[in-house]
């Protein structure tokens, strides 16, 4: 297993140039209209997933495009153990992935509990392009899948076996202690993008294998528009990770989009989501939840339950990963 400090060492390696920022307490920051494109999304595999969709943006793509293509990076990269290809399977050992997408438009689509495919993000992606649905899960969101070109592979890798067989040996005990310190065996780090193009047009995406060693079905925020993600383009967007079903109660996305509506900053209303949960949920302390935002002037921002949570950013002028206020460290 790949820890978050070796990933985020071997990506600032393969990335020439990358900066590390740490910023204060709700501060807005700000990005001048007229220097877009920006691309923030949650964790360290950020990084390389902002540069894909830099790619797109830099030529004046659309920040659809540029969202599918970012996460579509940790998707297909078996050494990032929460996301697509080489995730934690359930308790049952089966790999299985959520992911969700939206454009500035107010387009979505969704797939959940969905198994055999490495990117459910471009899945999504044509559920919300062919069809009339915003949402497919399970044997049918993988029959569209096959359908659509799309092919069976092989998700659970020898690594990810080797350790679920030792869990169901030692342990077998879900664990919901999620990205407190450090990933484990048995927690996850979603990826979670928002990108801002030229025109300023807003896109996101949110991908995950979910919870490791879930009971089988779970379905976390991830796939959930205005849980794990939701974008409006007259105003912003916004993304979530940690303990979804935390997310979920308090429908943190569209919260924090609906703060910006009224005229709150990113960070500031990235910090009211947490609050929100600090205030609703009795056990917050024992989870994590980190939201990023990004609004439709270019501002952006985070906040976070527990110390740890980091988001990557990618603009014009600098590439970085940015530790977020935590609400306990505040405390």
Known sequence: MISRRSFLAKSSLALAGIGMAKHGFATGLTQQEGNFPIVISTWNHGLPANEAAWKIL???????????????????????????????????????LDACIMDEKGRAGSVTYLQHIVHPVSVARLVMEKTPHVMLSGKGALEFALDNGFKKEKLLTKARKESWKKWKKENAKFS???????????????????????????????????????????????????????????????????????????????????????????????????????????????????????????????????????????????TELVDAEAWLKKL
């Open 58 to 96: 830099a030529e004046g793509g659309h920040s659809l495009d540029a969202v599918e293509a970012g996460v579509r990076v940790p998707e297909g990269d078996p050494d990032v153990i929460t996301v697509g290809l080489g995730g934690i399977p359930d308790a049952s050992g089966k790999v299985t």
């Open 176 to 318: 919901n202690k999620i990205n407190i310190e450090n990933v484990t065996e048995d927690n996850h780090d979603t990826i979670g993008m928002l990108a801002l193009d030229k025109d300023g047009r807003i896109s996101g995406a949110c991908t995950t294998s979910g919870m490791g060693y879930k009971l089988p079905g779970r379905v976390g925020d991830s796939p959930i528009i205005g849980a794990g993600l939701f974008v409006d383009g007259e105003v912003g967007g916004a993304t979530a990770t940690g303990s979804g079903e935390l997310v979920m109660k308090t429908v943190g996305s569209f919260l924090v989009v609906e703060l910006m509506r009224q005229g709150m900053s990113p960070s500031k209303a990235c910090e009211e989501a947490v609050k929100r949960i600090a205030k609703k949920i009795p056990d917050y302390e024992n989870h994590q939840i980190g939201y990023i935002a990004l609004n439709t002037k270019g501002e952006y921002g985070s906040f976070c339950i527990q110390p740890g949570f980091n988001y990557a950013l990618k603009t014009n002028n600098k």
